[in-house]
Nanobody, 127 residues
């Protein structure tokens, strides 16, 4: 049973930064493609960023490109999302997701491609 536990959310002013963490257990972490999604009130869940198994390849939604950075530490079974220059429209619950499907440096941007999810962490950006 894969367990993902997010942390690091909170309240921050526009222009500020936060770093989210997601610790995994119950899986060989290095075999997982990892991603962050978010869901704002009244909106559908959307893709934010993904990282390949070895960390060599990343992909971002256009809305966060240049502001957010996804990274992973396979020795610590943890994936991170560094969020800079935050905007009020970044306010959402952020979810960590993992999948063992695929191979190599393949990445996935749809939520149906991921079969393990964390409980989410709230990020609120005030204007």
């Amino acid at each position: 049973q894969v367990q993902l536990v997010e942390s690091g959310g909170g309240l921050v002013q526009a222009g500020g930064s936060l770093r989210l963490s997601c610790a995994a257990s119950g899986v060989t972490f290095s075999t997982c493609v990892l991603a962050w999604f978010r869901q704002a009130p009244g909106k559908e869940r959307e893709f934010v960023a993904a990282i390949s198994r070895g960390g060599s390849r990343t992909y971002y939604a256009d809305s966060v490109k240049g502001r957010f950075t996804i990274s992973r530490d396979n020795a610590k079974n943890t994936v991170y999302l560094q969020m800079n220059s935050l905007r009020p429209e970044d306010t959402a619950i952020y979810y960590c997701a993992a999948t063992t499907r695929g191979f190599g440096t393949l990445l996935y941007t749809h939520d149906y491609d991921y079969n393990s999810w964390g409980q989410g962490t709230q990020v609120t950006v005030s204007s």
